[in-house]
């Protein structure tokens, strides 16, 4: 019996129609393993994998396959998304393993969920070295049955092993000048000037890197760490990882200039670079008269469009993902068949022409840049001008073309985390572009997560979907990652609510995912269900580490209000970049973004005024929050308000709005002029 039919998940119910036994990941699930003497199939996936589909039709569809799993074995699928927790305590196994992981994440476990053999994609038949699925099923069948003392003590060996993996934690130092030079000497090192980003293929969007650059250029005036997060940001805006026709950003490139993307789209990605080309718009501005690269502005927006247009839910959070595969128009589910073009559509959609030039201006070659002679559409380095108002018809035409066509499906579970993340972005993006109705959209998010996601002790339900919480709880990236929305949402909002859920928030990460001991951080609560081992881990992936966002959070609160307590636990947290920092960069870039800003203050801002909507009061507001100063917090109120602690003994300067900056416990004398304001804070 297919167990999935009443999960929220809709990677799982993409699977309850499947001839396999699958169980929910459960207790009952492993009792079920125990009492029939069997092996447990983990397989764990999310819905707008590629190759999570392709195995799921070649092998969990197959009535032989499935006869054979339900009769040997218990199955188990796992949403990633909704367990992060399970899918990093098993993909460290599969990585310390093999030297490599990935999705679908294929795991075979023990009564007691002990793993002691793995891989990912497995084919329906040997293919390229690789054993066919029904070959690795009947080697560990026979494994179980015929060398169960074997496989037993190998599975306790390994997770042994994982034990002892544990961070050994206890530095006290924190990050200073040094490491974060030597940070940027070693990203410079790995920094590819030709295409932009950093390494090889595939290459990845480095969001979390970017902000640090943008940090450090806004605190020393390095114009290397600029110049390398301006042209990466150049480089993917014109490469076809980017939409050229609807905004938003694939989740990585499979080759090293960004032109043929890994088509699903993710909420993760495109809040996280959309902050990064606000942040890099508010960089490279010269003042109040001059603003800042007109191609960040126009990625922004475009991208936080995106996200309301295409990932907002009903309910008002955001889809966790569109999926890179779509119907061609055949019946066939194809990767990136809602993306691509060749030359004979483009003279369907805009006429001879037109085409001519909307293939030039997109790079659409007869060869192709993809499969089957279709390209990804592109803005390649070329000679020459093009009229705007024709490209801007071009482009037009093209969408409402494609429009037309099967639209990828959406997962539109609402993931905490990633919510946050959003949040953040649309609050902080619409305040720099007047775009009012980005930040409502991030109210409304906000305002979801409290209602539906968020108790009364504040605890964290991971995930939603159709306005009914999921069963999993909060890990620790979505305590901290919602945090930082809440606290974005304070500064641009200026009402004092937002700063106290976010603190309500790191109250839970100080006593329930800290270890007291040292001040390292734990991916899952004390009280968290147990798994295997409980999982650790300070290092970015796709989205900042729980550890290092909830150390930058933790930092931006205490600013707030002078919290001795979270100023310590970020200090504590922070140490970890110290030691990790210097020597892979890449792979801590939000950790070193929160290190810029501990370094610079980080800087206290309060704007006061007779009133939010006074001209003046909005003026300076605003001049506040596009300070470049790392990690800035700003509070904006009216001089007996109580909304925020930084407002408190700050009146109004003969009578005229002013704004308060303060750092390391020194402040500024107050000012009246918007100009003296930004230049406190640039630098």
């Not at 699958?22 to 009792?31: C, I, L, N």
């Not at 042209?231 to 805006?237: L, Q």
Request: net charge negative; aromatic share 8%.
């Amino acid at each position: 019996m297919n167990r999935l039919a009443h999960e929220t998940s809709p990677y799982l119910l993409q699977h309850a129609d499947n001839p396999v036994d699958w169980w929910p990941w459960s207790d009952a699930a492993f009792e079920e393993a125990r009492k029939l003497d069997r092996p447990v199939l983990l397989s764990v996936g999310y819905s707008s994998c590629h190759w999570c589909h392709v195995m799921a039709h070649e092998s969990f569809e197959d009535q032989a396959t499935a006869a054979y799993l339900n009769d040997h074995f218990v199955s188990v699928k796992v949403d990633r998304e909704e367990r992060p927790d399970v899918d990093a305590v098993y993909m460290e196994a599969v990585q310390a393993a093999t030297g490599q992981g990935g999705w679908p994440m294929t795991v075979f476990l023990t009564p007691d969920a002990e793993p002691f053999y793995f891989g990912t994609y497995f084919p329906p038949a040997p293919r390229h070295g690789m054993p066919s699925f029904r070959q690795v099923l009947e080697g560990v069948r026979h494994a179980w049955s015929e060398r169960n003392d074997e496989v037993t003590e190998v599975a306790g060996k390994i997770v042994r092993d994982l034990s002892q993996r544990e961070i050994g934690y206890r530095t006290e130092q924190v990050p200073g000048e040094e490491d974060l030079a030597q940070a940027l000497l070693g990203l410079t090192r790995e920094y590819d000037p030709q295409r932009g980003g950093f390494g090889g293929a595939p290459k990845f969007p480095p969001s979390m890197v970017l902000e640090f650059l943008l940090r450090h250029h806004a605190r020393t005036g390095a114009e290397g760490a600029l110049e390398m997060a301006r042209d990466t940001c150049e480089r993917m805006a014109r490469g076809g990882i980017y939409d050229q026709l609807g905004g938003g950003f694939a989740r990585y490139s499979v080759d090293r200039d960004w032109t043929v993307p890994h088509f699903e789209k993710m909420l993760y990605d495109n809040a996280l670079l959309c902050r990064v080309y606000a942040h890099l718009w508010r960089a490279t501005a010269r003042g109040a008269a001059e603003g800042g690269s007109d191609l960040a502005r126009r990625v922004a927006l475009e991208t936080a469009d995106f996200m309301v247009r295409e990932l907002r839910t009903a309910e008002g959070g955001f889809a966790s993902a569109l999926d890179a595969d779509s119907d061609d128009g055949t019946g066939r589910h194809v990767e990136g068949a809602y993306y691509v073009w060749t030359p004979r559509q483009l003279t369907d959609a805009l006429g001879p022409e037109d085409a001519e030039l909307g293939a030039r201006y997109f790079g659409v070659t007869e060869e192709g840049t993809f499969e089957d002679g279709k390209s990804v559409l592109q803005l390649p380095q070329q000679n020459g001008v093009f009229d705007a108002d024709r490209i801007a018809s071009v482009r037009e035409r093209l969408l409402r073309v494609r429009s037309g066509r099967p639209a990828p499906g959406r997962d539109d579970k609402v993931v905490a985390a990633w919510n946050g993340l959003a949040i953040a972005a649309l609050a902080e993006t619409g305040a720099y572009f007047d775009r009012p109705d980005l930040v409502e959209a991030a109210v409304d998010a906000a305002d979801l997560l409290v209602r539906l996601h968020l108790d009364e002790h504040g605890r964290l339900t991971r995930t939603s979907r159709d306005g009914r919480a999921g069963a999993n709880a909060g890990v620790l990236e979505d305590y901290a990652d919602v945090a930082e929305g809440f606290l974005a949402l304070a500064s641009v909002t200026g009402e004092g609510a937002w700063l106290e859920l976010a603190g309500l928030l790191l109250d839970q990460v100080i006593t329930r995912f800290t270890d007291p001991a040292g001040g390292a951080l734990y991916d899952t609560a004390a009280d968290a269900e147990r798994l295997i081992r409980r999982p650790q881990d300070p290092t970015d992936n796709a989205t900042p580490s729980g550890w290092t966002a909830a150390a930058g959070a933790l930092l931006a609160h205490a600013a707030h209000t002078g919290s001795e307590a979270h100023r310590a636990a970020a200090e504590k947290a922070l140490g970890v970049v110290k030691a990790l920092g210097p020597r892979v960069p890449r792979f801590i870039g939000w950790g070193l973004a929160a290190a810029e800003a501990l370094l610079d203050g980080p800087r206290e801002v309060a704007v006061v005024g007779p009133s939010l909507d006074d001209p003046a009061t909005r003026t300076l507001h605003r001049t506040a929050l596009l300070g470049t100063a790392p990690g800035a917090v700003v509070a904006v109120g009216t001089p007996d308000g109580d909304e925020f602690p930084l407002l408190a003994d700050r009146p109004l300067v003969a009578g005229e709005p002013a704004g308060y900056v303060c750092r390391n416990f020194t402040c500024d004398a107050p000012t009246t002029d918007p100009e003296r304001l930004r230049a406190a804070l640039n630098g």
